[in-house]
């Protein structure tokens, strides 16, 4: 092999800090450049300095003899594997990203893994890992050591001091009106957003857990109406309402729900979060977006506990990573992994496995029930696998996870699939819901979990921080069907919903609108916040919106 001559920490300190800055953050640089394309080299430069510098400090600090080539080689892994990430779908890093990595599936990561991931993690985390573990590193008697680290930290302080003030008006106005830059520095990053989510976590740990609408009880009209009633939840992924059809996109994309006599699409809806693992707890809350609070949500009731204490049944039917604790003290089905020989393959099924043994269900309803089915969606970055050929309608299609590799328009043709495909199962849902409207009450609401992005600023996928993201990720779709033998005993006028449906409404109304319509009566509801509320007859949503 070959002979590395040894060098003193502070050199490899100063090395691994530059590799760290050009070798990982080339989304950085990418988008720092187009956002100072006006203002020359000089905020470039000033900014680059000041990140060396932050690093070097850093890195000096945990540079002793047990801890340098241990953190520096968990550094350089994990930032390859972040850097691909960054750079492939131009996702931003913080804590909510985080946590959506943390709680997802098998399914979901395998649908990210791509040769490209593994030549960076070869290239940018092995090989550097290498060299690091072969050069000797001579180190100082602890006294001296410790000396030269501070005079190293302070020299390097000083040097971003110096740097901050002869270019305080540019970088301050770049620091002000781009606060994306951030988020978007590896490591410090996803290091910020552990550090973040391992809080969350250990204040989740130490609070207790609270219920909520412990009074909760049914209006004694409908408890008496003999006639049971199925509501059907469908929580939809990934879609964005840009892309529907029914809604004004200039494609077909809801060709069967277009022809479905009583359903009422919304048009201004937005989502509590840009991610799963934020907007369905959050939408199953009572907290709404602006005091959304994720260590509460994990140890707070929410929508499906009272339903469930006001004498409800509830089942959660899932076909993606689960409910992320909204379902956890009510009927879970998971048939994401069913061996359907039709609907299933490589480990997942199609979303219309939700709807199997549906006939069965209805037929053994004994009480009120209210059905949440999850689907699978348009979950992304595999589009082309979430819908069978059948449906695949708009060609070409970009039949790879690497999107920045394909043309938009196939990336598009690929997503719209989805959606024709989620059009077919919502459609055929409400058919079989139809077709029993005689013995069962029947009714079915579409709200998706967030947007998605394809390529439109660079983005793709979904995740982006809510005050940063684009409105494709957080434009939702929600669509409502009731059946007339529900209208009629839950006394709700469609015609008049029919005239709010291009009202604002968010996530934030579904807590209080589901309990409304079921005729929950709770001081935890909020007429304000329940959408049918003003087209209902003699319900307790209107009652209690008059007291």
Known sequence: MFNIKAVRPEVMTLFASGFLLIGFNTTLWHHLFSITDTTGMLPRLAFAVMVFFAFNIVLTLLAFRKTLKPVLTALFMISAGVAYFMSRYGVLIDTGMLRNFAETNATEVWDLL??????YWVLLGVLPSLILWKTPI?????PRELICKTLISIGCAMVIGGVALLNYQGLSSLFRNHHELRLMVVPSNYIGASFSYLREQLVTAQKPFKTIGEDAIRDTRQAQHSRKS????????????????ILGYNRDTTPQMDKEPGVIAFTDVHSCGTETAVSVPCMFSNMGRKNYDASTAKTEEGLLDVLKRAGIDVVWRDNQSGC????????????SNLKDPDLCANKECRDEILLQGLQSFIDHLDKDTVLVLHQMGSHGP???????????????????????????DSIVNGYDNTLLYTDHVLASLIDILRSQQDKVDTAMMYLSDHGESLGEYNLF???????????????VPLMVWLSDNYQHSFAVDTECL?????????Q????????????????VYDPKLDMFAGCRNDSPATILATQ
């Open 114 to 119: 791509s040769l490209k991931l593994l030549a």
């Open 138 to 142: 001579l180190f100082r008697q602890p």
């Open 230 to 245: 199925l509501t059907v939840l469908v929580v939809g992924e990934s879609a964005r309402a840009e892309n529907f059809g």
């Open 324 to 335: 992320k604790g909204t379902c956890d003290r009510v009927v879970f089905e998971d048939v």
């Open 382 to 408: 595999e589009y082309f696998k979430r819908y069978p050929k059948a449906f695949e309608k708009f060609t070409p299609v970009c039949e790879s996870n690497a999107l920045d590799q394909c043309s938009r």
């Open 461 to 475: 996928l979904h995740g982006t921080p809510y005050l940063l993201a684009p409105d494709q990720q957080k434009h």
């Open 498 to 506: 029919q005239k709010t449906r291009t009202g604002y409404l968010s």
């Open 508 to 523: 934030d109304n579904l807590f209080h609108s589901i309990l409304g319509l079921l005729n929950v009566r709770t001081h």
